[in-house]
């Protein structure tokens, strides 16, 4: 018989039970917004009391950073997974741009929450800070790398162009998808991230 030590046993109900309150502060924070929600309602809808809360996570400002910082290293994983991006920069950047949006499209939980995040950017900019440093800032510095890493590309300003390459693809993102913008000024994914594609491997040929 394989008896699991006790501090085992208490270690995975304590994963476990972080990982039920930030399911339930997640369905909080897209039904309620930040200022709307609770650590009262996050409890409820987590299953827990309201000490098991607070055992895990001292404010709701530290919920929410946790929440964040978790769901970016999740996005940035499924992205750009753990090993450096490589490969001819033609193939690799019409990829990356397509995997980016598809990404962005079809995870309406990412969806709905970037809205809350923008939402609350006004009254809590130190929220959506913890947003840009844990997703948007390592995407730009590995995009950044690997475009420094191919001088064949003769790019002067390898972090300008890669902000130029992630900014573009979130504005059409933004102004197709959030702000219903489609049916105003239609284009296909396909041909914009082309576009960006040529625009950077052009220089090289």
Known sequence: MVRIKTDEVARDNSVDKVEQILQGAMQEF???GYAGTSMDRVAVAAGVSKATVYSHFQDK???FKVLIENLAHQKFNSLLGTEPMEGE?????RQFGTKLLEQMNNDQEHFAFWRVLIGESGRFPELTQICVRAMIKP???TLNQYLAAHPELN?????????IFLGTLVDFHVTQDVMHGKDIIPMESDRLIDALTH???NCAD
């Open 199 to 201: 625009l950077i491997t």
């Open 30 to 32: 897209l039904q309620n």
């Open 89 to 93: 920069p033609k193939i690799v950047l």
């Open 61 to 63: 400002e530290g919920l």
């Open 155 to 163: 790019i002067t300003d390898p972090e300008a162009t890669a902000r």
């Open 139 to 141: 995407t730009l510095e």
